[in-house]
């Protein structure tokens, strides 16, 4: 593999950071988007999370959200915790009203300033052969896809937590449980059984059947 000097990771985050935000904030507006649309954005949130441990070589399609700084952590987490606990039982006024705090908090340019590149962060929720691997193993892949032709591999380390195993509060593992939680109907009461993953990024190539791509290493940090 090649590393490009010319080329940064940034053009990374500008497809899947980018592609996430503006999907949230088109539904915000009430733009129309047809629902090929919808999905095909979800290419960027939803990579193949490649573990290799006691289970064996494994992939797993896994969601994998963009995460504040940690100085704003707290800060986001409370906004999302007042929303969460005005759920009413009206699954679509929550979703709207979601929309709404994680443009605010998260996706509107204003904000991008407080969002960290370096980490993006999931939830466990089967518990089977990922969850098995990353006990042991840290390292790991994930494989984005966008056909026809947008690929990236993103390598790094997991970091687990887990407050049934810790036995203490865990920031982390409740923020990314209420990111969840912000926009479908809310139960803080499975939180607990879903650990985060918290995937530090160390090498980042395009993969992409361009020119430009196939395993081209960029510069991170950039």
Not at 2 to 12: G, L, M
Not at 16 to 45: D, W
Not at 85 to 92: C, H, K, V
Request: hydrophobic content about 35%.
């Amino acid at each position: 593999m090649t590393e490009n000097k010319s080329r940064t990771a940034e053009a990374f985050f500008r497809w899947a950071f980018n592609t996430r935000a503006n999907t949230v904030l088109a539904l915000y507006e009430g733009k129309e988007m047809s629902r090929e649309k919808v999905f095909l954005s979800f290419c960027s949130h939803n990579p193949a999370l490649i573990s290799h441990g006691p289970a064996g070589l494994n992939a797993s399609i896994k969601g994998f959200g963009f995460l504040p700084k940690e100085e704003y952590l707290e800060e986001v987490l409370e906004a999302y915790m007042k929303h969460i606990e005005a759920y009413d039982g009206d699954d679509q006024a929550h979703s709207r009203r979601g929309l709404q705090v994680l443009v605010e908090q998260i996706y509107h340019p204003d904000q991008h300033h407080r969002v960290d590149f370096t980490k993006i962060g999931s939830l466990e929720m089967a518990k089977k052969h990922t969850w098995q691997n990353l006990q042991v193993n840290p390292e790991a892949t994930l494989i984005y896809y966008q056909p026809p032709m947008i690929s990236y591999e993103v390598r790094g380390r997991v970091r687990i937590f887990d407050e049934a195993q810790s036995g203490q509060r865990e920031l982390y593992q409740q923020f990314i449980n209420a990111q969840h939680d912000v926009y479908h109907r809310p139960d803080p009461s499975r939180w607990l059984k879903y650990p985060a993953y918290i995937f530090e990024i160390e090498e980042i190539y395009d993969n992409s059947s361009t020119r430009e791509g196939f395993g081209t290493k960029l510069q991170f940090p950039f």
